[in-house]
């Protein structure tokens, strides 16, 4: 209620010392809502209260203690006397008791939480119909504005806890109060998005976060953690919240544990990367935090108007010019130089100038390949729109493959309870040779030590160790060969089962002498259907977070995501993409 009532006087542009306010209902729930209102701010000689026997007025009896706090020297003496004129109306009573009538009389952009359930005091829509400025709150689901106890409850005894706290005192609860409104306040993320659809902006229709935001513990523990070490009552106090509130985060952004040395690496030296879609709303909510994260500077591909637009409808707080750069698809000074250098490029390679000047104005991906060519950017993402091979088609015309490597290859990571997984090639060669297949896996391996992963590589198969021959079987034991001779020191074997990969007693029954210990981390796949098909009920039926996909083998920093990516991923491939810019940069070798 106090988070409710801070942000609706915000919008409303009302002070909460001056506000006047009707209450129906004085029980143990009310008296504690007045008593949190004023603890905020608002004055007690401001607040008339009404509960079954009418207006608390000074003299009347059948009032406890508490109720005799805010009885006023009034006149008034029904609900329509109190709410006349009220800027606020705070309801814990019964359903259907305040009438539109009532409402109508209430002061300029009245602020309603009609919080009686299931049937609040007045529906929305009826409250409406006669005040269309009013703010309106009810305890219900199906209604913008929900208040409920499930915001503070696990959150403030979370913090607590985490402290040792002797008791929860005030200065505890205004903490989570105002955490819970400045949460209110930022621009939605994709977390906000997983619990049930479109998170609107701060405004009329959201002045509070909607119960089982998975951001609520990240905000809200530490700020009650910390109001309890303040005032006094904390007998663990935390040492470093920097470290408290990122162990928080890790049971929201499973990935954080993972991506945090990749994180803290690209903040050390801020890379440019490009996105190739840059008007989607999935790539503008990543930018934010990017931007807010300080990883990366983003340049932005897309038509300015309409990048304006979806920043302004999201609530987003980045700015053109300033946070971003902006590159105009329909109008850029540069265009006739990259449909120039474009056409160099491919020109015996059946395109002819006016189909380059034709894809330069219509495929914004060749336009970020073109920029990350020239130097104008670092990095780039693209993906979130169309087809994955079109995407990596448009990449592989502009850029080179890395030295010694005679194909791309795509490896896709899954974060879930048990672990982290990486599946290879989960996107590029739908039939590698082993040849590839060992390419790809070298690659791979590089890059889970950037995440400080050690990699344990399993070559799958349906057989185990020999145990069938067929193609596939032999194409996979010649990876294994190919390893061998190359990178002894790999800890790798194969060709075996999945379930031979994952259980290292059934693997040491199989296979005494494998030289693969502990439970495979990298799973390497004969062919494409078998990774892409893995890797997504893996992620699927385990709950599981991705990261990637990551485009191996091309010779510039640059990856090719998917429709289904969430804001998420795309801030853990910025980040990829930064450090591997960083590296690039550093070695002048493949990365």
Known sequence: VGAAVLNALEVVGKKIGEVKLATAGAGAAGIACLDMLVALGMKPENILAFDREGVLYTGRGHMDPDKQRYARDTTKRTLEDIVDGADVFLGLSAGGILKPEMVAKMGERPIILALANPNPEILPEDAKRVRPDAIIATGRSDYPNQVNNAL??????????????????????????????????REASDLGLAYGGDVPSFGADYIIPRPFDPRLLVMLAPAVAKAAMDSGVATCPIVDFAAYEEKLGQFIYRTGLLMKPVYDRARGDKQRVVYAEGEEETVLRAVQTVIDEGMAFPILIGRPEVIDTRIKRLGLRMRAGVDFELTNINDDPRFNEYWQQYHALTERRGVTPAAAKNLMRSRPTLIAALMVERGEADALISGLVGRYHKKLGYLRSVFGLDPGVSSTSAM??????????????????????????????????????????????????????????????????????????RVPKLEVDGEMMADTAWDDDLRHRIMPNTTLKGRANLFVMPNLDAANITYNMVRVMTDGVAIGPILMGIDQPAHVLTPASTPRRVVNMTAIAAVEAQIRKATRQPA
């Open 412 to 485: 896709t990571g899954v974060i879930n309870e048990q672990g982290v997984w990486f599946f290879l090639d989960t996107h590029v060669q739908f039939d590698p040779t082993a040849e590839q297949i060992a390419e790809s896996t070298l690659q791979a391996s590089y890059r889970l030590k950037l995440f400080g992963i050690e990699p344990k590589v399993a070559l799958l198969s349906h057989s185990n160790f020999g145990s069938h021959d067929d193609a596939s079987e032999r194409k996979m034991r010649q990876v294994r060969e190919i390893l061998k001779a």
């Open 152 to 185: 503070c409850f696990p959150y403030i005894f979370r913090g607590a806890l985490d402290v040792g706290a002797t008791e929860i005192n005030e200065a505890m609860k205004l903490a989570c109060v105002r955490a819970i409104a400045a949460l209110a306040r």
